[in-house]
């Protein structure tokens, strides 16, 4: 059965849904006299036409809107040459080291031969943590040497012949 509550709020929700339909109806009716001008909604249409469009993209190319000038630049964007003025070269990236490691030594602490670090002879003898300009040694294992660089990191291992 229902109780006195519920029939209250079943009452009550019928009366306010009533109340709402009867002020929609009485809305729809009314004009809108209090609305603000930025919002009221102009019956007539505003045609566009293809001239317009064409004269407001000639505006766009004509007033560069991506430069502080508003106009084109005077001289054209070559990737090349970008950053050094006309004409300049562009120097050649960094080579990177080719490592080939010959042998790892000893027991813990490890010791490895390396070839082909910068600035070093062939064979350099390298530890844990030894810094050669700026490679840095992280590792050395029973079988495998982590040379590391600002930007790039080697891990070299013995190869096994099968």
């Known amino acids: 059965m229902i109780g006195h509550r519920e029939k209250a709020l079943f009452i009550l929700a019928i009366v306010s849904a009533f109340g709402a339909g009867v002020r929609v109806l009485r809305a729809a009716g009314e004009q809108a006299e209090f609305a603000p001008k930025s919002l009221a909604v102009s019956a007539e249409r505003v045609a566009i036409s293809d001239d317009s469009i064409a004269e407001a993209a000639g505006n766009a190319v004509a007033n560069d809107p991506f430069r502080l000038a508003n106009r084109p630049s005077a001289m054209r964007f070559d990737a090349r040459t970008e950053g050094g003025g006309p004409g300049a070269v562009l120097p050649p990236p960094p080579v990177r080291p080719a490592f080939v490691l010959r042998a790892i030594v000893g027991g813990p ?17 390298v ?34 012949d099968r």
Do not use: E, H, N
């Open 109 to 125: 602490p490890w010791q490895a031969i390396v070839d082909g670090i910068p600035g070093q002879p062939s064979g350099t003898i």
């Open 127 to 160: 530890r844990t943590g030894g810094v050669f300009d700026k490679l840095t040694v992280r590792t050395i294992t029973r079988d495998t040497v982590v040379i590391q660089a600002p930007d790039t990191t080697w891990k070299l291992t013995i190869k096994r």
